[in-house]
């Protein structure tokens, strides 16, 4: 055991690691810990609550398994997926551990059972779904059990700052309080210093040491594509270079996955839809093909997702963009888990994050939920796709992380040339859209300021023509959309079906103008 010499104790940090790194080997056939699992291990050794946040496929789980298995009593984990908890149920047993679950699916009798072997020690670890935790009785059979920890997997749904907040989470606040006294260790692939803030406040775990790994993924290549024409040519293009690659398509829709995956399988790829609205037993033979490279190619929405745990996928393309950086990063991560070379492509066009905005205000409509936060980040993950910055250095800085050097493998680090100003653009098609007083078409805007169409009424404004000879109407195209990722334009709906672009945040405009803000695009 490692001592600390001045006192001859076991140093804190240390405490139980080398007897958790035999339970590794023995029990997991593993030669030592990885990224921070060590780190995290001997905290809830030490009694310590502790946020992880690791990267998908980082090795979260066995930083709760571990010191579950090494103390009397047994390990709860709160898992949101019960088709993702047999699993790991199940792999654990296969293991010999004595892992057990508890949802909606069990029989009567099978809980009295259950609940007789948690009180006889039994098992080691207990994964319970956040409803099955609520349902009558369950709160108050555990406080009676000896639980020697607390593990909450996929800990971002508890935040409404999260990108995926479920409000079934809320209710794990509690569990601090009914076990104040055992370690609560709080797991996530993806949060933001704002997330993270709040993941502790709403489980109580104020003083939780925080451990982040790294979010790089050095054997990612990304690459964020403007659409031309339709995005399925462009995928079939795609796909071909990949050949016998296993690969998963994220579509906006559950329609659009239909249709794409028919698309695919004509073509003459392996490919099959997977969304919410199938049911259950197609879903989960669908994972089953997939897993068993059946199929080559998922065409899905976000429902499938969480726990995918693949190794050898080796793309992971965006049909339509996420609808956050914390969602891009969980999505991409799926991608290259075996540390070989993998792949991260994201189309997106002009209209996507119209669009995406207007269905959050729909949903705010419906629901009278503010979804402001939920706004904000998609505009953020629009300024991160048009912007000129590394994008693995893009997505490190979004989580906290400024260190590190550019990738050197993405888009923006490969591209030839320099990023270009496109602030006085912006400035030019602001004030073009002021002079118009009131909302435009995009290709009217452009054109107006290209000095096209004179016979239009806009001729007649100052602003006609002024960046003509100047900027090209792609370069102003991308301008505008950066405008709109900034929220200095907004679009609107005319005749309920065209999109049209209005002025919109007026602080951010005048930064515009005294150039406090700058516009970078990528070359
Ligand atoms: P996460 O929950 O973070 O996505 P998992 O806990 O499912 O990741 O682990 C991903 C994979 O990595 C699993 O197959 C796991 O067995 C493996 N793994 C975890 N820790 C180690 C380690 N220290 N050494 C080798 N493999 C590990
Ligand atoms: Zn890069």
Same mark, same amino acid.
């Given at each position: 055991?490692?001592?600390?010499?001045?006192?001859?104790?076991?140093?804190?940090?240390?405490?139980?690691?080398?007897?958790?790194?035999?339970?590794?080997?023995?029990?997991?056939?593993?030669?030592?810990?990885?990224?921070?699992?060590?780190?995290?291990?001997?905290?809830?050794?030490?009694?310590?609550?502790?946020?992880?946040?690791?990267?998908?496929?980082?090795?979260?789980? +066995?930083?709760?398994?571990?010191?579950?298995?090494?103390?009397?009593?047994?390990?709860?984990?709160?898992?949101? %997926?019960?088709?993702?908890?047999?699993?790991?149920?199940?792999? #654990?047993?296969?293991?010999?551990?004595?892992?057990?679950?508890?949802?909606?699916?069990?029989?009567?009798?099978?809980?009295?059972? #259950?609940?007789? &072997?948690?009180?006889?020690?039994?098992?080691?670890?207990?994964?319970? =779904?956040?409803?099955?935790? +609520?349902?009558?009785?369950?709160?108050?059979?555990?406080?009676?059990?000896?639980?020697?920890?607390?593990?909450?997997?996929?800990?971002?749904?508890?935040?409404?700052?999260?990108?995926?907040?479920?409000?079934?989470?809320?209710?794990?606040?509690?569990?601090?309080?009914?076990?104040?006294?055992?370690?609560?260790?709080?797991?996530?692939?993806?949060?933001?210093?704002?997330?993270?803030?709040?993941?502790?406040?709403?489980?109580?775990?104020?003083?939780?040491?925080?451990?982040?790994?790294?979010?790089?993924?050095?054997?990612?290549? +990304?690459?964020?594509?403007?659409? &031309?024409?339709?995005?399925?040519?462009?995928?079939?293009?795609?796909?071909?270079?990949?050949?016998?690659?296993?690969?998963?398509?994220?579509?906006?829709?559950?329609?659009? =996955?239909?249709?794409?995956?028919?698309?695919?399988?004509?073509?003459?790829?392996?490919?099959?839809?997977?969304?919410?609205?199938?049911?259950?037993?197609?879903?989960?033979?669908?994972?089953?093909?997939?897993?068993?490279?059946?199929?080559?190619?998922?065409?899905?929405?976000?429902?499938?997702?969480?726990?995918?745990?693949?190794?050898?996928?080796?793309?992971?393309?965006?049909?339509?963009?996420?609808?956050?950086?914390?969602?891009?990063? &969980?999505?991409?991560?799926?991608?290259?888990?075996?540390?070989?070379? *993998?792949?991260?492509?994201?189309?997106?066009?002009?209209?996507?994050?119209?669009?995406?905005?207007?269905?959050?205000?729909?949903?705010?409509?419906?629901? /009278?939920?503010?979804?402001?936060? &939920?706004?904000?980040?998609?505009?953020?993950?629009?300024?991160?796709?048009?912007?000129?910055?590394?994008?693995?250095?893009?997505?490190?800085?979004?989580? /906290?992380?400024?260190?590190?050097?550019?990738?050197? =493998?993405?888009?923006?680090? %490969? *591209?030839?040339?320099?990023?270009?100003?496109?602030?006085?653009?912006?400035?030019?098609?602001?004030?073009?859209?002021?002079?118009?007083?009131?909302?435009? /078409?995009?290709?009217?805007?452009?054109?107006?300021?290209?000095?096209?169409?004179?016979?239009?009424?806009? *001729?007649?404004?100052?602003?006609?023509?002024?960046?003509?000879?100047?900027?090209?109407?792609?370069?102003?195209?991308?301008?505008?959309?950066?405008?709109?990722?900034?929220?200095?334009?907004?679009?609107?709906?005319?005749?309920?079906?065209?999109?049209?672009?209005?002025?919109?945040?007026?602080?951010?405009?005048?930064?515009?103008?005294?150039?406090?803000?700058?516009?970078? +695009?990528?070359?």
């Amino acid at each position: 055991m490692f001592l600390d010499r001045t006192t001859e104790r076991p140093a804190p940090a240390e405490t139980g690691v080398d007897a958790a790194r035999d339970v590794l080997k023995t029990v997991f056939g593993y030669s030592d810990f990885r990224g921070r699992q060590a780190e995290v291990i001997s905290a809830i050794l030490n009694g310590e609550d502790v946020l992880a946040v690791m990267p998908t496929g980082g090795g979260k789980s +066995l930083c709760y398994q571990i010191p579950a298995l090494m103390q009397r009593g047994f390990g709860l984990v709160i898992s949101p %997926l019960i088709a993702l908890m047999s699993d790991q149920v199940q792999a #654990l047993q296969d293991k010999g551990v004595r892992a057990a679950r508890l949802d909606s699916s069990l029989s009567m009798d099978a809980r009295y059972d #259950l609940w007789d &072997q948690a009180r006889d020690g039994q098992f080691d670890l207990l994964y319970l =779904s956040p409803e099955a935790l +609520l349902q009558p009785f369950v709160l108050d059979k555990l406080s009676r059990l000896p639980v020697n920890l607390v593990a909450i997997d996929e800990a971002h749904c508890v935040s409404q700052w999260g990108h995926d907040f479920r409000p079934e989470y809320r209710a794990l606040g509690q569990l601090k309080g009914l076990f104040p006294d055992v370690p609560t260790l709080a797991l996530t692939a993806t949060a933001d210093p704002h997330t993270r803030a709040d993941i502790k406040r709403a489980l109580h775990i104020d003083n939780a040491r925080e451990a982040i790994d790294s979010f790089d993924r050095p054997n990612l290549s +990304l690459r964020l594509m403007r659409r &031309q024409g339709s995005a399925a040519k462009t995928i079939v293009e795609m796909l071909r270079r990949q050949k016998q690659a296993s690969g998963i398509i994220y579509c906006g829709s559950r329609d659009g =996955s239909e249709k794409l995956a028919r698309l695919l399988s004509a073509e003459g790829f392996k490919a099959d839809a997977y969304h919410a609205g199938l049911p259950a037993h197609t879903r989960e033979q669908r994972l089953k093909d997939f897993m068993a490279d059946k199929t080559r190619v998922m065409v899905a929405t976000i429902a499938f997702g969480m726990g995918i745990n693949k190794p050898d996928v080796r793309f992971v393309i965006h049909a339509d963009p996420p609808s956050s950086i914390e969602a891009y990063w &969980q999505e991409v991560g799926r991608a290259g888990r075996d540390g070989k070379p *993998a792949s991260g492509v994201c189309l997106y066009s002009s209209t996507d994050l119209g669009w995406a905005l207007r269905r959050l205000t729909m949903r705010e409509n419906e629901t /009278g939920a503010d979804l402001g936060i &939920q706004k904000q980040k998609a505009r953020d993950f629009f300024q991160f796709m048009l912007g000129a910055t590394c994008r693995r250095q893009g997505v490190r800085r979004y989580f /906290g992380d400024t260190t590190g050097q550019a990738c050197g =493998s993405c888009d923006n680090c %490969l *591209a030839r040339g320099e990023p270009s100003d496109a602030t006085e653009a912006a400035q030019m098609l602001m004030s073009a859209l002021y002079r118009f007083n009131g909302p435009r /078409g995009r290709k009217k805007l452009i054109e107006h300021v290209l000095g096209k169409n004179p016979e239009d009424y806009g *001729a007649r404004l100052k602003t006609f023509g002024i960046a003509a000879g100047q900027y090209k109407a792609d370069f102003l195209t991308q301008t505008l959309d950066y405008c709109e990722a900034l929220g200095l334009v907004a679009e609107e709906m005319f005749d309920g079906n065209k999109p049209i672009i209005a002025l919109n945040d007026a602080d951010a405009l005048r930064a515009l103008f005294r150039n406090d803000t700058r516009l970078y +695009l990528r070359p």
